[in-house]
């Protein structure tokens, strides 16, 4: 491992309240005496916060008045000495106090991930935890938090470990019985048999479990649409709690489709308001707007029709071409009688006064975060992981293999060593600077 100290901000560029940049390595004590001085240094204690004002260690010129707090190695993220500076968030003064950092002898700019490099090569967390703090970063809902969480707190690696715990033992005993085969009766091939198969079978229960990364950070679309005036843009404009979208009572308000973000309990989604859609465009322009509602509908993860409830007889489905709706909302039912708009399966709402928003928030949040439910769930999302475990499964399978003709005990513990390695490798227990590599790459810089 490289030993010099590195540096990088921990929070993204732009314009903040306050922004983080984190220092570690052998050298942060003599990063807080070029910076604050040695009163500072000197008075220096792990966890504990100091305010100071950092100056440039070769220009003497003040970078900003700011808190720092420092952590002595072992007992920090990285393992390694630490220091966290809370500067403000000015991008101009993160970049100089970066800059007045790395003039201390020694110390380099971070790359991405190195932090938690460092703190998997100290033995702070093992390589499944290592992977999983990006999952906690870039999930998009509840679920894949949690998930996120429980990796990181190593269930996963928990159940990865007993397994290999059995495997070690058996291997134990396969090599005891190799030892004494000469005097030993025939190999009790038939315990053996069901040992392996009970790995096998919990290996293959995490494979399954895996859902990779790619959805990781995808959030659920969620589109409306319907006829031209529905009501769709203050259907939007009500479900955000603002009047982001231009609404009017001419049709064809709505040109381009408009996405906004909206926080549901189970997490974020895209909502997308459309153009009305209509029997017959007007011109070329409105028929060009319907083409692309209908190009969003088909992407949608959800599609819910807006019929306004005010027009006598519903359009039927067919005005908004094939699409067909996961859920009908009536709409402006404040302005109908209400014996009228009983229809079941159809939910009125008003954007005017709130009637049937909570119901609809509450329908599209479970029906785009339905995982949210299954609460003990633990799922496997690296790609590395997966392929670790397809080895170590394969190698199962061809000991089982082996097994039907009453294999040398050596070949049935050499496959065993296999299967091993593999789970070893999922953890950790065995890496190469390759591997390290790949999944580092992959991290923001400061993490
Ligand atoms: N009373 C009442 N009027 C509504 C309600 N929702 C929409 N309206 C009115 O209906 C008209 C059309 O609303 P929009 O939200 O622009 O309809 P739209 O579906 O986005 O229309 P296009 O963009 O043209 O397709 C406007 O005059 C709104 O004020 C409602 O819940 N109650
Ligand atoms: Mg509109």
Redesign the pocket.
């Known amino acids: 491992m490289d030993p010099r100290t590195i540096v990088a901000p921990m929070t993204p560029a732009g314009v903040s309240a306050v922004a983080a940049i984190r220092v570690s390595g052998p050298q942060v004590r003599d990063v807080v005496l070029a910076l604050f001085g040695e009163k500072a240094a000197g008075r220096l204690e792990p966890r504990r916060a100091c305010l100071g004002t950092a100056h440039d260690p070769k220009t003497g010129e003040t970078v900003d008045s700011l808190l720092y707090l420092f952590f002595e190695g072992p007992n920090s993220y990285t393992g390694e000495d630490t220091l966290e500076l809370y500067p403000h968030g000015n991008p101009l003064i993160v970049r100089e106090l970066i800059q007045a950092i790395r003039k201390v002898e020694g110390v380099r700019l971070a790359e991405p991930g190195e932090f938690t490099r460092r703190a998997f090569l100290n033995g702070k967390m093992d390589l499944v935890q290592a992977e999983s703090v990006a999952d906690v970063i870039h999930s998009a809902n509840r679920a894949e938090l949690k998930n996120a969480h429980r990796l990181l707190s190593g269930a996963l690696s928990q159940k990865i470990q007993e397994l290999n715990e059995q495997v070690k033992d058996m291997s134990a005993r396969l090599e005891l019985d190799v030892d004494f085969a000469e005097e030993e009766a025939d190999p009790d091939y038939d315990s053996w048999r069901k040992r392996i198969v009970a790995i096998g079978e919990k290996i293959s229960e995490i494979l399954q479990s895996f859902r990779g990364k790619e959805n990781l950070s995808r959030l659920p679309l969620v589109v409306l649409y319907?006829?031209?005036?529905?009501?769709?843009?203050?259907?939007t404009n009500?479900l955000l709690g603002e009047d982001r979208?231009?609404?009017?009572?001419?049709?064809?308000?709505?040109r381009d489709f408009v996405e906004v973000r909206l926080f549901l309990p189970g997490g974020e989604i895209r909502l997308v308001?459309t153009?009305?859609i209509a029997d017959q465009a007007t011109d070329s322009l409105d028929a060009l707007s319907m083409e692309k509602s209908k190009a969003i509908l088909k992407e949608a993860d959800l599609k819910i029709h807006?019929v306004d409830g005010t027009v006598a007889a519903l359009p039927a489905a067919t005005s908004a071409d094939s699409a067909s709706a996961d859920f009908t909302v009536v709409?402006?039912?404040?302005?109908l009688e209400s014996p009228a708009r009983q229809a079941k399966d159809i939910l009125p709402?008003?954007?005017?006064?709130g009637e049937g928003l909570a119901e609809l928030k509450r329908f599209i949040n479970d029906a785009v975060f339905t995982e949210s439910r299954d609460t003990e769930d633990l799922w496997i999302t690296s790609e590395r992981e997966r392929a670790c475990l397809a080895e170590a499964f394969d190698g199962v399978k061809r000991a089982l293999d082996l097994l039907q003709n009453r294999p040398a005990v050596e070949l049935l513990a050499f496959e065993m060593q296999l299967v091993r390695r593999s789970l070893q490798s999922i953890v950790g227990e065995i890496s190469s600077e390759d591997i390290l590599q790949s999944i580092f790459a992959g991290f923001c810089i400061g993490k």
């Open positions: 319907g006829a031209p005036n529905a009501g769709k843009s203050s259907l009500a979208i231009l609404v009017s009572n001419i049709p064809g308000t709505t308001d153009a009305g807006v709409s402006k039912s404040d302005l709402v008003s954007s005017k006064t």
